[in-house]
C-alpha cells in the first residue's frame, strides 16, 4: 500500500514539473482563458487606444498636401472681366471641323430655358450659363455617348451678344441700354462708348434694387469700378462746392470751386493780394478727425518756383497774412 502511495505522489511532482516548465517556455498558454464578456471588454480598448493614438507626420503631411491642393485648384479660377457665359438671346456660332461639312458654320439661338435646339446631338441642349469651350465639350460629349460621332472637332463662338446688359442714363451722349461682352466689366469701358459729356462729375451705381453713394468720376478707383449684368448706372453732374478766402485779399468771401485750381488761383480770382509785399499764406482743411489741419505757405517760394504750388480742395480755408 505504502508503495502505491509513493507512486503517486511521483507521478504528481512529475506532471507539475512539466506544466511549470511549459508555463516559464510558453507564458501565455499559462494564462486562463477569457470569457467572452472579457475578451469583447480587451477588443474595445484596443479600438479606443487606436483610434485616441497621435497622428503620425506622414499622416500630416498627406492631409497638408490634399488640402494645398485644393487650395490651389480654386485658385485658379478666372476674372470675371475675362470670361463670358452664355445666356437667353445669345447666338452662338457651331462649326465641325473635322466633318464633311468641316468649316461651315450654323448659328443656334440660346431660347427661353436656356437651350439651343441642336438636332445632330438627339434634341436641346442646355447652354445657359456656360462658357463656349464648356459649350463645346457638352456638345462634343453628347455626340460621343449618342455614337454619331467619335473625337468630332468643334468650335464654339458667341456671334451676337445679347443677354448681359447695363443701363446708362444722366449727362451721357449716348444713353440707353448697353451690351457687356463679359461678365463684369471695368466702368470707364461703358462710359467711353456712352460718351461721357464735360460737365459729369459723379456715378450712381444702382445693383440688385441697392443704389449705391455717389463716386467721384475724377477719381481712378471709381473708373476701374467693374460693372455687371442688370446694372444701372447714372452719370450727375458735381454739386457746386466751394472754398472760403479772407485777410489781405480785394474780393474776399466764399469762390466757386473748380476741380485742380491751385493756391495762386484762389487768390487771382479774388482778385489778388491788396498788398504787393505779400509774404504768408495759410490754408485750413477738415483733417481725418473732423478738426481743421492749417499749413502755411510763402507766395514768394511758390512764385519763384522753389515749392510746388499746391491744390486746393472743397471747402478749404484760405488766410493771406502779411
Do not use: W
Request: glycine content about 10%; aromatic content about 4%.
Amino acid at each position: 500500500m505504502k508503495n502505491i502511495i509513493s507512486i503517486a505522489l511521483l507521478s504528481l511532482c512529475v506532471a507539475g514539473s512539466v506544466l511549470i516548465a511549459n508555463a516559464q517556455k510558453n507564458p501565455e498558454t499559462a494564462k486562463p482563458k477569457a470569457t467572452p464578456s472579457e475578451e469583447q471588454k480587451n477588443q474595445n480598448s484596443g479600438a479606443s487606444s487606436t483610434l485616441s493614438s497621435p497622428k503620425t507626420a506622414n499622416d500630416s503631411i498627406a492631409e497638408t498636401t490634399s488640402t494645398t491642393a485644393a487650395a490651389t485648384s480654386g485658385a485658379t479660377t478666372q476674372p470675371l472681366t475675362e470670361v463670358y457665359k452664355v445666356g437667353v438671346g445669345d447666338i452662338l456660332d457651331v462649326r465641325f471641323m473635322n466633318s464633311v461639312n468641316a468649316g461651315r458654320s450654323t448659328l443656334f439661338t440660346v431660347v427661353a430655358g436656356g437651350m439651343i435646339d441642336f438636332p445632330v446631338a438627339g434634341g436641346p441642349i442646355m447652354v445657359a450659363g456656360l462658357t463656349a469651350d464648356e459649350i463645346q465639350a457638352r456638345i462634343a460629349g453628347e455626340l460621343k455617348r449618342r455614337a454619331i460621332e467619335d473625337g468630332a472637332h468643334i468650335s464654339v463662338g458667341v456671334r451676337q451678344y445679347v443677354s448681359h446688359s447695363v443701363l446708362v442714363t444722366g449727362l451721357i451722349g449716348s444713353p440707353g441700354a448697353h451690351i457687356l461682352r463679359r461678365e463684369a466689366v471695368p466702368l470707364y469701358v461703358v462710359l467711353a462708348e456712352s460718351q461721357l459729356r464735360n460737365d459729369a462729375g459723379r456715378v450712381v451705381i444702382l445693383r440688385g434694387g441697392v443704389t449705391g453713394q455717389a463716386l467721384d468720376l475724377s477719381d481712378p478707383v471709381t473708373l476701374n469700378t467693374t460693372v455687371i449684368n442688370g446694372d444701372v448706372i447714372t452719370v450727375t453732374g458735381r454739386p457746386q462746392e466751394f472754398y472760403y478766402i479772407a485777410g489781405r485779399i480785394n474780393y474776399p468771401g466764399q469762390k466757386t470751386y473748380q476741380s485742380g485750381i491751385t493756391l495762386l488761383q484762389a487768390i487771382l480770382a479774388a482778385g489778388g493780394t491788396s498788398r504787393q509785399n505779400e509774404s504768408k499764406v495759410e490754408i485750413s482743411r477738415d483733417g481725418t478727425d473732423g478738426r481743421l489741419v492749417t499749413t502755411r505757405f510763402n507766395l514768394k517760394d511758390i512764385k519763384a518756383g522753389v515749392i510746388q504750388d499746391p491744390k486746393v480742395l472743397p471747402g478749404d480755408r484760405i488766410q493771406v497774412l502779411n
